[in-house]
């Protein structure tokens, strides 16, 4: 049977002019970026396996080096891949903790009505706390914190989230 690829995180941008590129990991355990060594970038449906070289991190983010990638003009069209890694190599959240891609296509329901806000469409980092990008049944998009003030119950199997919003989140985007 073929093993599944995972979505783990994305690349950003090119970065200098070895063929870096700026990304994003959907794991908060420290030193997740040691253990990977061979990834699957796919952008608008066409996918490449790529061996890793080194990753190392600037500004908080982690900045990848592909073999075979050596100049800007071999990383630019990598700019904007979701990064894939095989299901045996993903790393299982703790307790309490969930992976971005288990919270995309969530419902985000209002805790108190029970009315259903809108669907999970991706989680955004920033710095703070996790984004979660929402779209609402009329086509807006709202971006909700992940956080436990917000977020009181989250079923990742179900794909349900049910929040708790600050009175005029819904009205600010």
């Given at each position: 049977m073929e093993e599944q690829w995972?979505?783990?995180?994305?690349?950003?941008?090119?970065r200098g002019l070895r063929g870096e590129l700026t990304g994003e990991l959907d794991s908060q355990k420290p030193g997740r970026e040691d253990?990977?060594?061979?990834l699957t970038l796919?952008?608008?449906?066409?996918?490449?396996?790529?061996?890793?070289?080194?990753?190392?991190?600037?500004?908080?983010?982690?900045?990848?080096?592909?073999?075979?990638?050596?100049?800007?003009?071999?990383?630019?069209?990598?700019?904007?891949?979701?990064?894939?890694?095989?299901?045996?190599?993903?790393?299982?959240?703790?307790e309490g903790e969930y992976s971005h891609a288990a919270l995309v296509g969530s419902q985000v329901v209002a805790d108190q009505t029970g009315v259903?806000?809108?669907?999970?469409?991706?989680?955004?980092?920033?710095?703070?706390?996790?984004?979660?990008?929402?779209?609402?049944?009329?086509?807006?998009?709202?971006?909700?914190?992940?956080a436990r003030e917000i977020c009181k119950t989250i079923d990742a199997a179900a794909k349900v989230i049910r929040v708790e919003l600050p009175e005029g989140l819904l009205e600010l985007q």
């Open positions: 995972i979505q783990i995180g994305r690349l950003y941008r090119t253990t990977l060594k061979e796919e952008r608008e449906g066409h996918r490449r396996l790529v061996r890793v070289e080194e990753i190392w991190r600037h500004g908080g983010r982690p900045v990848f080096k592909f073999e075979g990638i050596d100049s800007i003009n071999d990383a630019e069209p990598l700019e904007g891949s979701v990064i894939l890694a095989p299901e045996s190599d993903v790393v299982q959240p703790d259903a806000i809108g669907v999970v469409q991706e989680v955004e980092e920033y710095g703070g706390p996790p984004l979660l990008k929402v779209q609402t049944a009329d086509g807006r998009e709202v971006l909700i914190p992940f």
